[in-house]
Nanobody, 124 residues
């Protein structure tokens, strides 16, 4: 199995910046994508960014494109999400996910086997 631990959530004013980190451990050789999802109260879980580990290819939802950047440090088995120009509508519980994923479905929650516990981001 793979264990994921997120960090970096918090509260920020509109227009602000936060960086989330997701550290993977365990059988990390079994995963090829890491991604970030978010879920606000009363809304469905939304895939917002994904990265192909070791290859650099990235995918973004339209809602965050141009403001958020996903990256990964393969040596540290860690993925990051840099969030710029945060808006109140970005407030949600953010989850890290990892798995052996079909690239065309890199932002689909069904593709991911492993999930972190979530970290809260509040923009107000």
């Amino acid at each position: 199995d793979v264990q994921l631990v997120e960090s970096g959530g918090g509260s920020v004013q509109p227009g602000g910046y936060l960086r989330l980190a997701c550290a993977a451990s365990g059988k990390t050789y079994s995963i090829d994508y890491m991604a970030w999802f978010r879920q606000a109260p009363g809304k469905e879980r939304e895939g917002i960014a994904a990265v192909y580990i070791g290859g650099g290819k990235t995918y973004y939802a339209d809602s965050v494109k141009g403001r958020f950047t996903i990256s990964e440090d393969n040596a540290k088995n860690t993925a990051y999400l840099d969030m710029n120009n945060l808006k109140p509508e970005d407030s949600a519980l953010y989850y890290c996910a990892a798995g052996d994923v079909l690239s065309l479905r890199a932002l689909s929650a069904d593709e991911y086997t492993y999930w972190g516990q979530g970290t809260q981001v509040t923009v107000s």
